[in-house]
């Protein structure tokens, strides 16, 4: 009996073991990502990273003034379509859906959530593209709108459901109408937790290249005009790592620096509103 | 775009669900202009763009794939030869590459997930759960083309100098190590979906655990049960659908992971045994040739490896949801 306990007692402190190296398998690669990170990112990073466009071939110096620039043009583009759709679907969702209906517009966003986002690059490129003959920033910011609302509805309506129903009633009962119910009370009133979605959907697209690739293409010079080819950090940070030139490579660490940083800062933003609102 | 996606769902299936939507909700009727009935009218519209765009996506896809459906029918799925010049393209190399480096990574992948969730959720203590959780969730977001910049500049050339040269030596009578070292190779690919998909599976495993009712754990504890002991007959079995969906789940990641993957797989269509040669996959081979396409039919041959991979990961992704969704609602039923 003994040693059967013994056994059963060694057996759970070996596999407690386990379980802690799994962990550490974990994070230790990331762990190192983020060392070179910010190792190589924190040398290469200059003021004139964020002022000046690439240098020419095999030219030191430069920046991605272009590629921030270009990147915040088109998240705010796509910002601009995607929020609207995403939020007022979500309050269909949470208001008036019925529930078969409501299923399937979940399904299909959970769905479209998991598709590659190079797909929607494809189909943003014949929709877009083609028929306006030649790439732009706008195709870039439909592709990245098209990433962002199945996010953005998911959130929002977790958010919307989380509001007492008591809250819709008193207003209804005051005569309000239920539309403005739902934007200035329903919506409202759950809008640090809907903020921290749009936060992290922001940051998901912020870093994303693969539908860029064929819809703004990437620009080397400074690219204002959202119906021109444009510049994004992620495509540079994308061209010059794989570019044989170690001045390019320095660059990309500098981008891939500022990006984490930047999507980092997102996520806990959106960390602190959303904690601010049901602590655990 | 903006007024494109409202505009075009002004169609019949919005009717149907304004008329139950209405049943539900039975409005203080019209005064002037009814200002419910059009907010009504437009969150439908825009609920409904998601499955709008979904069948878009789908519609758009089939229909450009359509002349190289037609060209090489199921040749372009068996055939190995990709002759942009020739106009002959067969999409097999692509096919096993995606599905070699995907389902390897995914082998190696789970059952390091599983442990971490396992770690984070019963054995570490709750601070250490509590700070390492946050930080898995936050890896989950890296974008990919900074994995691909670690992968192509750090790892690669760690694997070349390092790794491949130890594999070929003592490994090399078996085939899966044979070859020369190259650095970038369906390894380093192998390699980084691996680390990419960690921490996806091991954050919605998390949540699975975290999905097990008490009572369950609480059950195996007074039989006297050891720890490890009510993993193993109280919560794996509980979780497992929940667990297969979250790797079901990196592995749709992993199949249409594009950046990282083109930035250390080498694009080389070969079909080979050895996992150090160079290959290629469905998003890599998109993402190298799409924009620059040297004929109609090399555009639609793209197409039709993007329908492809749209519909792997359309099921997988169905699939997974569907195996997440019983556990957590199981769960739900399980508490009330």
């Not at chain 1, 008036?96 to 590659?116: E, H, N, Q, W, Y």
């Not at chain 2, 990282?260 to 150090?276: D, F, K, Q, R, Y």
């Amino acid at each position: 009996m003994m040693h059967g306990m013994t056994f059963r007692k060694t057996k759970n402190h070996l596999m407690s073991f386990v379980m802690l190296a799994c962990t550490l398998a974990v994070l230790i690669p990331l762990g190192l990502i983020f060392f070179h990170i910010v190792k190589m990112g924190v040398s290469s990073l200059s003021l004139d990273f964020f002022t000046h466009i690439p240098a020419p071939t095999g030219e030191a110096g430069g920046g991605m003034a272009n590629g921030m620039f270009g990147s915040a043009i088109m998240i705010a583009g796509a910002s601009l379509i995607g929020l609207p759709i995403g939020i007022l679907g979500a309050i269909y969702l949470s208001e008036f859906g019925g529930s078969k209906v409501s299923t399937g517009i979940r399904f299909a966003a959970d769905v479209l959530s998991g598709t590659p986002s190079i797909i929607t690059g494809m189909v943003a490129y014949t929709l877009l593209v083609v028929p306006m003959k030649g790439f732009s920033g706008l195709a870039g910011s439909v592709a990245l709108a098209m990433i962002m609302i199945p996010i953005v509805l998911r959130t929002t309506e977790e958010q919307l459901k989380m509001v007492p129903g008591s809250l819709r009633e008193a207003s209804l009962a005051l005569g309000v109408p239920f539309w403005r119910t739902s934007l200035k009370v329903t919506l409202r009133s759950a809008m640090s937790g809907v903020l921290t979605g749009i936060l992290l959907a922001v940051a998901r697209i912020a870093g994303e290249t693969a539908p860029l690739l064929f819809t703004a293409l990437g620009n080397q010079f400074w690219s204002k005009n959202v119906m021109q080819p444009m510049a994004a950090l992620p495509l540079q940070i994308f061209s010059f790592a794989i570019a044989p030139y170690e001045d390019w490579h320095k660059l990309a660490w500098a981008g891939a620096l500022v990006l984490v940083t930047v999507m980092f800062a997102l996520s806990l933003t959106a960390r602190y509103f959303g904690r601010s609102r049901h602590a655990r | 775009m903006e007024t494109e996606l409202p505009s075009s769902c002004y169609t019949d299936a919005t009717e149907t669900t304004v008329q139950s939507a209405r049943k539900k909700h039975e409005p203080a009727q019209a005064k002037k202009l009814n200002g419910d009935a059009v907010f009504r009218y437009l969150t439908t519209c825009f609920a409904f763009s998601i499955i709008l765009i979904l069948a878009l996506m789908l519609y758009e896809m089939t229909g450009e794939s359509m002349p190289a459906i037609k060209a090489f029918g199921w040749k372009f799925v068996k055939s190995t030869e990709w002759d942009a010049v020739q106009g002959i393209f067969g999409a097999l190399p692509y096919l096993y590459g995606s599905v070699v480096s995907s389902v390897l990574a995914l082998a190696l992948a789970t059952p390091l997930s599983i442990g971490a969730a396992l770690f984070i959720t019963e054995v570490a203590p709750a601070r250490v759960g509590a700070l390492v959780a946050p930080l898995v969730e936050l890896l989950a977001a890296i974008p990919s083309v900074i994995y691909g910049l670690w992968g192509v500049l750090v790892m690669a050339p760690w694997l070349q100098s390092t790794v491949q040269p130890f594999l070929i030596e003592h490994f090399g009578f078996i085939p899966l190590f044979q070859g020369a070292p190259y650095g970038v190779s369906m390894l380093a690919a192998i390699f980084i979906l691996m680390i990419m998909v960690v921490p996806i599976i091991t954050s919605i495993t998390r949540e699975v655990l975290l999905a097990v009712p008490q009572s369950q754990k609480e059950a195996a504890i007074a039989l006297g049960a050891t720890r490890w002991e009510t993993i193993k007959i109280a919560i794996l079995p509980y979780g497992k659908s929940g667990i297969l969906g979250a790797s079901i789940l990196g592995l749709g990641r992993a199949i249409g992971e594009t950046m990282a993957v083109t930035m250390v797989i080498g694009n080389a269509p070969n079909i080979s045994l050895s996992l150090l040669s160079p290959a290629y996959t469905m998003p890599s081979v998109i993402a190298n040739e799409f924009a620059e396409t040297t004929s109609k039919l090399h555009a639609s041959a793209l197409m039709e490896i993007g329908l492809i991979l749209m519909l792997v990961t359309l099921i997988v992704n169905a699939l997974a949801r569907l195996l997440i969704w019983s556990v957590s609602r199981s769960a739900k039923g399980g508490a009330a």
